[in-house]
Each structure stands twice: as structure tokens, then as C-alpha cells.
């Protein structure tokens, strides 16, 4: 089975500078998607960026970047320019891309991120 | 907007109560999800139905049960309820049933009080 794991429960990033928040995975199979969720106050699971396993080029959306390392099983999600509604929870999820399987995700517990004025 | 409705928003009731939840997928949507998010255990898969039928199960209760009606709405039955069932339940919807290029949609939740 697959396991995500997100150590860090909160983080607090300064309006307009940059962070990181990370995510590790654990699979035995080769090839798969990892998602970015936010889920802001209003509850709503917003999908913030996805990644190929076979890709080797990094997934970027606008502000949003990921470092994927697929040896390493890391897969973090970099936020350019914070803005105060980027303050959310932030999931990372994954999900096996194997012809016949289901669309399940698989999620982490998830981080707090707070943006300071 | 997601185009995945849910109803109620919220609900409060009593231990052992029956409760269900429903859930509109997206138009040509055939996939309806179920997710659990609780305090402890996270956002948890509960069960798949792909265009009337169960596709894959996950971490259900024997107590808990979905069906999938032929217009595609989906519900949620949670019975003899307990305080531990308090939760934020979500249904995702999805074109096909796990395609490579398949997005998930979500829906905003259905926050379960259980008193």
C-alpha cells in the first residue's frame, strides 16, 4: 500500500517571500501521479499542481513549483511570491497511474500554512 | 465552483441516529467518490461507484453504505452513529474511473456533528 507522509504539521511564510512545503512518499510501484491540494477555509479541495512520475521535468503552474525527486521519494511544492490568500491547508496526495486502477487518491495529513502581512 | 454539489452543508444529530448524504457528480461525470476528512485520521478514501456499480472500497465502515442512482447522484448512509463518525465528508467526481489524464473535482463537504 501506499503511504504519504507530511512531518511538518504548520508553517508561516512572510507576504511575498518564498516556501516550501514537503512531502514524502512510499510506493513499490513505478509509475504513478503526486497532486498539491489547497483547501482553503471555505473547505473546497482546490488541486494546486500535478505530477507525471515519468516525468522528469519539474511541474510548474504560475507561482507554484514542485521539486520532484523520484529516488529520493520527495515531492515538494514551492510557493513563489506568498499572498495572503494562499493561507490554506495544503494536502499532497498520490495516485497509481497502472491501467485498470482506480482514481484514488491517497493524501497526507496535511500542513497549515499561515501567511504574515 | 467545482460543478459537484452536495447537500446539506451540515448536519448535527444524535448518537445512533441514521444520516445520509448526497452527492450531484459533474455533468458526464460517471465517477462519484467518497472521502472521510476527520481530525485524526485525515482525509480518508471510503468508496468508489463507477456508472451504477462499485468500483473500489476503502476504509468503510460495515456501518456506513453508498449506492450510485441511475442518474449518476450518489448517497451516503451512515448508521448507529458515534461520536468518532464527526467528520467532514467529501464526494469528488471524475469522467471515467482512473484514466491517465483524469482530474478528481470535489465538492465542498458535508460537515457531520454527531452529538
Known amino acids: 500500500a501506499q503511504t504519504v507522509t507530511q512531518s511538518q504539521p504548520e508553517m508561516s511564510v512572510q507576504e511575498a517571500e518564498t516556501v516550501t512545503l514537503s512531502c514524502t512518499y512510499d510506493?513499490?510501484?513505478?509509475?504513478?501521479?503526486l497532486f498539491w491540494y489547497k483547501q482553503p477555509p471555505s473547505r473546497q479541495m482546490i488541486l494546486v499542481i500535478r505530477?507525471?512520475?515519468?516525468?522528469?521535468q519539474n511541474a510548474t503552474e504560475n507561482r507554484f513549483s514542485v521539486n520532484f525527486q523520484k529516488a529520493a521519494k520527495s515531492f515538494s511544492l514551492k510557493i513563489s511570491d506568498s499572498q495572503l490568500g494562499d493561507a490554506a491547508m495544503y494536502f499532497c496526495?498520490?495516485?497509481?497511474?497502472?491501467?485498470?486502477?482506480?482514481?484514488?487518491?491517497?493524501f497526507g495529513k496535511g500542513i497549515t500554512l499561515s501567511v504574515r502581512p | 465552483d467545482s460543478g459537484v454539489t452536495q447537500t446539506p452543508k451540515h448536519l448535527i444529530t444524535a448518537t445512533g441516529q441514521r444520516v445520509t448524504l448526497r452527492c450531484s457528480p459533474r455533468?458526464?461525470?460517471?465517477?462519484v467518490y467518497w472521502y472521510q476528512q476527520s481530525l485524526d485520521q485525515g482525509l480518508q478514501f471510503l468508496i468508489q461507484?463507477?456508472?451504477?456499480?462499485?468500483?473500489a472500497k476503502g476504509n468503510i465502515l460495515e456501518r456506513f453504505s453508498a449506492q450510485q442512482f441511475p442518474d449518476l447522484h450518489s448517497e451516503l448512509n451512515l448508521s448507529s452513529l458515534e461520536l468518532g463518525d464527526s467528520a467532514l465528508y467529501f464526494c469528488?467526481?471524475?469522467?471515467?474511473?482512473?484514466?491517465?489524464?483524469?482530474?478528481?473535482?470535489f465538492g465542498s463537504g458535508t460537515q457531520l456533528s454527531v452529538l
Open positions: 469528488a467526481s471524475s469522467v471515467g474511473t482512473g484514466g491517465t489524464n483524469e482530474k478528481l473535482f
Open positions: 461507484y463507477y456508472n451504477g456499480e462499485e468500483r
Open positions: 510506493t513499490s510501484e513505478s509509475d504513478y501521479y
Open positions: 496526495a498520490y495516485r497509481s497511474r497502472f491501467t485498470g486502477a482506480n482514481s484514488k487518491l491517497t
Open positions: 455533468s458526464g461525470d460517471l465517477s
Open positions: 505530477q507525471e512520475a515519468y516525468k522528469q
